[in-house]
């Protein structure tokens, strides 16, 4: 609330200055009849007007500035200085005064409280007129000051009392909470935080014990065990209201373990404690870990056995079933396929016989490394022999490289190294559909050793992120479903690893899913330089000229790494139409090429036709041509022969093998070669380009399957060259038994060996029959063709046979039907035939199954379909 004034007027509107006069002394009066220290200072903040109670406030100021009162001339300034003079410096003094000086004209005014040694506390009001004079009015107020001394002692001693309490509560080793009488949270120790670290923003005095607990289930902290979380938390509030004493046992996400003890005091109040019993409990689960790991090492050995009885079985059931059919029949063709199968068979048997041959030596530490001198591109050369013919039926290309600043030789246990490589190439090559497996060997030299490494990369299915950490593991594959479509014992890569341990060296792999895999490992091998070179042919062919074609960029690169180090003069091209470009290019410009190394497998034109427009063309009469083909007899036709290829090499190729070629055809009558001449006459045109692309693509529509019967061939306004692609032959079609809809027997059986073995023995039946490779399509066929029974092979792709025969009897109940089912199991384990019968199957037979086993059961159960047919 503020006060207003009008100064007295005459009537004539002048001041009154009488009565101005008699105002004044009023207020002079008054200010020093008042006991509370009164000032006013002026707009220049001149003092003018005070009382003795403000005299005497301020005695020290006004005994320093007495002429300067009396003159009027002392300032606020003046005042401030003279009263701390010597409490301070005379920096500080004059930064106070300032500080002082600026406050005193705030326009809402200042109140500053002060402690004087003779009077002691007085709280001083600062108020600005409109005039701008300033008003001061000190009020006592040590009586005031000290009723807060009193109070501030009390709740310091309240504090300490409380300090006292708070670090003994810290001093527990256990969470320490008190809820009052409507459950709400009053005191804490950090421990109860510590225990409760997922709640701490939310853990603060006035929170009630559910809201805590239902925000610590919102946020995953307890381990409910599927139980429903509502239903959870009203037990736990029903248990704690009905008992004055409440204990409880809970258990975190992360795997701690709390047990809830809370006592109910007389004023309704909770004490609770919260104890940490992760110790006690991980002590009381030992005896239960101890018993699960007997059992976890009893069904490891059990996988174990099922994984190498289906393993072992399945090739068993060819060896026996072909060699009982063997006894039987004379030595002709048929004889020859029977013998085939029992080595294939014979072979898988003793694969997996060595594996775990292998496993067993290694986990028992017998087996010792045979270290001597090793020549690193023998190995390399020995394992992509292996596995050439595989990749070249499965239409994949295998790629070797061996980095040249390799030592050629090394001390290692070569066959070892041998066994580890044919292992992941192995699997590289089969779990590859299309693309590439690519074989490098490569590493820094340090001294006399070599740290070598071996990487195998494919571009097959890939490995699942989820499955990488555990491919190294015994008895673990990447699919170890019943519906995997690659067999094996899981323990290649197990003793891969061990193999590299023994070595001292290191094992890895990086794999996306769908895109393929890169396994590799590192050993350090001592550099061995005792074994002779092979001394190559002293045939200077350096400068030779060499036009490199392959579609293939890692083949080009190596190729050109390869030549480049014989020191011949290289260019490369992706296709045969830059092939016969560059090679008419180089004639036109006076540098033929002296040799030709051809791709076979090229899209648009393969080497062959590349090599037959070479042949054709007499510019290129002096050019030399060296096929590379994979394993699968693609160059071994007449047609290509007649070609008369100065070399043809089976890919991979060896480099060693590589530079012996070239140098032989390279140095063979090398002075002789004709220099470019024009085209002899008679001979016939050379084609364009355009002429080469286009017989090429002629030639592919003539062999593609896709050409409809009516669509006539294409045909090119050019003249085409004498030799053509021969035509590829069409595959003879085997009618199966039982392609019409009456079908006594459905095969359901996904391994092509044993698809033979189940062929032969029904043929000797008087049973129509048809042997399909899955699941999926055993329900398709049941669908569409009825059989009276079904053999049910157990483990197969896309959809096994336990899914396949519930699909099966799902059916049958729309239809009422019923066919009996057998199923058909390597595993021969106990507990499967119940597992059969389980899922809807009605019989069970073990592999491997003989001849007069299978017909005998065959004949039980058609007998028996067919006495329930004639009774129904």
């Given amino acids: 609330m503020g006060t207003s004034y009008s100064p007295p007027l005459n009537t004539d509107g002048t001041p009154d200055l009488e009565r101005l006069l008699v105002e004044h002394r009023f207020l002079t009066e008054s200010i020093h009849a008042s006991s509370l220290p009164i000032a006013i200072y002026d707009d220049q903040d001149v003092l003018f007007i005070w009382n003795e109670a403000y005299e005497v406030l301020f005695q020290k100021a006004f005994d320093e500035l007495r002429e300067q009162l009396n003159s009027q001339q002392a300032r606020y300034a003046d005042i401030v200085r003279a009263t701390n003079e010597g409490t301070m410096s005379d920096a500080d003094l004059e930064e106070y005064v300032a500080r002082r000086v600026a406050a005193q ?91 409760h670290s997922q709640l701490s923003d939310v853990l603060k005095a006035g929170e009630t014990f559910e809201s805590l607990v239902r925000i610590g289930i919102q946020r995953n902290l307890w381990d409910l065990d599927d139980e429903d979380p509502e239903e959870w938390l009203q037990n736990l509030l029903r248990n704690r209201r009905e008992n004055d004493t409440f204990e409880s046992i809970a258990k975190f996400q992360d795997g701690r373990w709390m047990r809830r003890l809370e006592t109910k005091t007389p004023d309704g109040e909770r004490v609770g404690i919260r104890a940490d019993i992760t110790d006690a409990k991980m002590r009381e689960f030992d005896l239960e870990d101890a018993r699960a790991d007997a059992e976890t090492a009893t069904r490891a050995k059990s996988e174990f056995l099922a994984n190498m009885s289906h393993e072992i079985r399945t090739p ?64 390399v050369g020995d394992v992509a022999t292996l596995v050439a013919a595989t990749a070249a039926e499965r239409e994949v290309e295998l790629i070797t490289r061996i980095d040249p600043g390799l030592p050629e030789n090394v ?30 060997v490569f590493g820094p030299i340090y001294g006399e050793v070599a740290e070598v490494t071996f990487k195998i990369e494919d571009t097959g299915i890939g490995i699942p992120e989820d499955s990488l950490d555990k491919i190294f593991e015994s008895f673990n594959q990447v699919d170890s479903s019943a519906t995997r479509k690659f067999e094996g014992t899981g323990l290649g890569l197990a003793i891969c690893t061990r193999l590299v341990g023994l070595m001292g060296g290191k094992i890895g792999v990086d794999s996306q899913e769908g895109k393929g895999s890169t396994f590799w490992f590192t050993v350090n091998l001592p550099v061995h330089g005792e074994i002779p070179k092979k001394v190559r042919p002293e045939a200077d062919i350096s400068s030779s000229r060499v036009l490199l074609v392959d579609d293939n960029d890692i083949n080009l690169s190596i190729l050109k790494e390869q030549a480049a180090s014989w020191n011949l003069s ?69 047609a290509i022969s007649e070609l008369k290829l100065e070399g043809h090499l089976v890919k991979p190729v060896r480099a060693a093998v590589l530079q012996d070629t070239l140098t032989s055809v390279l140095s063979n009558e ?3 070669v004709p220099a470019c001449s024009p085209q002899a006459p008679g001979a016939p045109a050379a084609l364009t380009l355009a002429d080469l692309v286009a017989n090429a693509q002629a030639a592919e529509e003539r062999k593609s399957p896709k050409m409809q019967a009516n669509e006539p061939p294409a045909q090119n306004d050019v003249e085409k060259p004498d030799w053509e692609p021969p035509a590829e032959p069409e595959e003879p079609r085997q009618e199966e038994p039982g392609d019409t809809n009456a079908l006594d027997i459905l095969v359901a059986e996904d391994n092509d060996i044993n698809q033979v073995v189940f062929t032969q023995i029904l043929q000797e039946t008087p049973y129509s029959f048809k042997i399909v490779p899955d699941g999926a399509e055993a329900v398709a ?79 039980d159960w058609l007998e028996a379909a067919a006495e329930a047919a004639n009774t129904a």
């Fill in 105 to 195: 004209r705030a326009p809402e005014g200042t109140t500053i409280e002060r402690h004087y040694p003779e009077d002691g506390w007085f709280r001083i009001h600062k108020s600005v007129t409109p005039s701008g004079a300033v008003s001061d009015i000190a009020i006592d107020i040590n009586e005031l000051k000290q009723r807060e001394e009193a109070i501030a002692a009390a709740q310091e001693k309240a504090g300490e009392e409380r300090r006292r309490l708070e670090n003994a509560l810290e001093a527990l080793e256990d969470g320490f909470a008190i809820y009052d009488a409507d459950d709400r949270l009053r005191v804490f120790n950090s421990k109860f935080i510590e225990m």
């Fill in 316 to 379: 068993m059931n060819g060896v026996l079933g072909m060699a009982e059919l063997l006894s039987r029949t004379e030595l002709d063709a048929k004889q020859q396929e029977f013998a085939d199968i029992i080595m294939k068979s014979g072979n898988a048997l003793l694969t997996i016989i060595n594996d775990v041959l292998d496993f067993s030596k290694i986990d028992a530490g017998q087996l010792v490394l045979n270290t001597q001198p090793t020549h690193l591109g023998e190995i």
């Fill in 411 to 440: 001390i290692a246990d070569g066959g070892r190294i041998r066994q580890i490589l044919i292992n992941i190439v192995g699997n590289a090559v089969k779990f590859t559909q299309k693309g590439h497996v690519y074989i490098e």
């Fill in 570 to 638: 290289v260019s490369a091209v992706s296709g045969g139409p830059q092939a016969m470009k560059a090679l008419w290019s180089a004639v036109e410009s006076g540098t033929p090429y002296d040799l030709v190394i051809l791709d076979y497998h090229m899209p648009q034109m393969d080497g062959a036709m590349v090599a037959q427009c070479i042949r054709n063309d007499a510019r290129l009469s002096g050019t030399k041509i060296i096929m590379l083909s994979s394993a699968d007899g693609s160059v071994a036709n007449p």
């Fill in 670 to 672: 090398k002075a002789a």
């Fill in 781 to 859: 066929c049941y669908e569409s063709n009825h059989p009276k029974l079904i053999l049910m092979d157990v483990s197969m792709p896309e959809m096994n046979g336990m899914d396949a025969a519930k699909a099966i009897r799902e059916l049958e109940e729309t239809t009422g039907a019923h066919v009996p089912i057998v199923g058909v199991t390597a595993n021969a384990l106990r507990g499967d035939r119940e597992k059969c019968l389980a899922v809807g199957m009605d019989d069970y037979l073990a592999k491997p199954v003989s001849p007069a086993m299978l017909k005998q059961k065959i004949a």
